[in-house]
């Protein structure tokens, strides 16, 4: 069993030569649960496996009612290098298809930084999954691992 | 540690990517650069606007709860993402 999902495709301006003239931008984009003490919300996420984390914006904490005072904490970059700061915190995440659904508690980041999406990234997401990207279908299947720790 | 209660159980969003994926790019051009709220099933955008914030506020003034729609990003068309 696996989760697949379609890349999501985001509309250009122009013709986007690195794709052969397409107007259209496919992108690995996938729905997240996140479950806090006193809520939950949903989120378009990317899954980035460049990322050393998965990286949440500081308002979701906010309204999920995860604490961050005293959280540890921690600072991240990426392109352009500009550090931004990050707090970790313990969260439940899921991820749904209709044929398969997965939930496991997850140490994830939430930053004041930038974050126009949420980022996928290894730690708390895809060190629990074996990911295959299909360039050709513009699908990504996640498969749980070894370490997977939900249900 | 964190744990879902009975009472607060996650919205389902099992069909959400497939039809997300059906809606043609083109018709996401005029929220480009804006957080819009996707229904449950990926089929509608619900709210948007310029932060987050402002798309939780016209949830709740429309009567709808922000913890059951999917809040994505229209990323600006001429801008490629690099991770």
Do not use: C
């Amino acid at each position: 069993m696996s989760l697949r999902f379609r890349y999501q495709l985001a509309p250009t301006s122009g013709f986007v030569i690195p794709l052969g003239g397409r107007s259209v931008r496919p992108r690995p984009v996938v729905p997240v649960i996140v479950v806090g003490h006193t809520g939950s919300r949903i989120r378009e996420a990317i899954l980035d496996t460049a990322s050393d984390d998965t990286v949440f914006p500081i308002s979701l904490a906010a309204q999920i009612g995860v604490g961050l005072t005293g959280a540890p904490m921690g600072k991240g970059s990426g392109v352009g290098l500009i550090a931004v700061p990050l707090r970790d915190a313990e969260v439940t995440l899921r991820i749904a298809t209709n044929q398969e659904q997965r939930e496991w508690q997850a140490w994830v980041s939430f930053t004041s930084g930038s974050l126009r999406r949420p980022i996928l990234g290894f730690g708390g997401f895809l060190q629990f999954f074996t990911a295959t990207f299909y360039g050709d279908r513009e699908e990504v299947e996640l498969s749980v691992n070894s370490l997977y720790p939900g249900t | 540690m964190i744990r879902r209660s009975d009472t607060m159980v996650p919205a389902d969003v099992r069909s959400y990517s497939e039809n997300r994926s059906q809606v043609p790019a083109g018709d996401l051009a005029r929220y480009a650069g804006k957080y819009v709220a996707w229904s449950l099933d990926g089929r509608q955008i619900l709210a948007d606007g310029a932060d987050p914030d402002l798309v939780e506020k016209q949830l709740v003034g429309a009567g709808l709860d922000p913890a059951s729609v999917v809040l994505g990003y229209v990323d600006p068309p001429d801008e490629a993402f690099l991770g």
